[in-house]
């Protein structure tokens, strides 16, 4: 089982950035993919960007593509998303998120609060 612990989140005006960061540790394989996802109050979880942690090729959601940036560190096991020109309704809980493929997602953090006042 990998263990994954986000940071980064906070408190930020709109048009503002945050970096996220998600560190994996517990297993010496990590998942093949990594992911971030959100979930807004009221609203169902969903995808916002995705990384093959080895080839490191990138997916991202409409909603978010062209603002936010995915990459990883592998020396530090480490995965960040940089989010630049932030709206209000990007606020929500962002989760990271490992699986073996770029549909399954085996393992979760805790979420961290991501909040874009007006």
């Known amino acids: 089982q990998v263990q994954l612990v986000e940071s980064g989140g906070g408190l930020v005006q709109a048009g503002g950035s945050l970096r996220l960061s998600c560190v994996a540790s517990?297993?010496?394989?990590?998942?093949?993919?990594m992911g971030w996802f959100r979930q807004a109050p009221g609203k169902e979880r969903e995808f916002a960007a995705r990384?093959?942690?080895?080839?490191?090729?990138?997916d991202y959601a409409d909603s978010v593509k062209g603002r936010f940036t995915i990459s990883r560190d592998s020396a530090k096991n480490t995965v960040y998303l940089q989010m630049s020109s932030l709206k209000p309704e990007d606020t929500a809980v962002y989760y990271c998120?490992?699986?073996?493929?770029?549909?399954?997602?085996?393992?979760w953090g805790q979420g961290t609060q991501v909040t874009v006042s007006s």
């Open positions: 998120a490992g699986g073996l493929s770029p549909s399954q997602w085996g393992s």
């Open positions: 990384i093959n942690w080895n080839g490191g090729g990138t």
């Open positions: 517990g297993r010496t394989v990590l998942p093949y993919w």
